[in-house]
């Protein structure tokens, strides 16, 4: 069984930290509405993530879904090159609002 956590880091800004896998994903996937419901605007901090497959990136992918659906604006701060290079590869890099820290 994988590990990860996210955590509050106040203002709006959370850390991403441990392994992204098909274990781990989906107790993630709603983390960050109960996380940021009161944020206008949330930073993700990637910088703490071990390794990732490609459900870290979905993972992404559905945060960024879920935050324009409730009107915030998302960013992801400091992607793991790992998790860049499957982003690069599938196209979504255009599309996740990617931003060094």
């Not at 605007?41 to 935050?67: F, I, N, P, T």
Request: no cysteine; glycine share 6%; net charge negative.
């Amino acid at each position: 069984m994988s590990e990860a956590q996210i955590n509050s880091l106040g203002e709006g800004r959370m850390q991403l930290s441990g392994v992204l896998d098909l274990d781990s994903v989906p107790e993630l996937l709603s983390a960050i509405e109960a996380l940021t419901y009161d944020a206008p605007a949330v930073a993700v901090d990637l910088r703490g993530v071990e390794r990732s497959d490609s459900a870290g990136v979905a993972l992404l992918v559905a945060w960024m879904r879920s935050a324009r659906q409730a009107q915030r604006d998302i960013r992801f701060l400091n992607m793991p090159s790992q998790m860049l290079n499957i982003a690069r590869v599938s196209g979504l890099d255009a599309i996740l609002p990617l931003a060094r820290d």
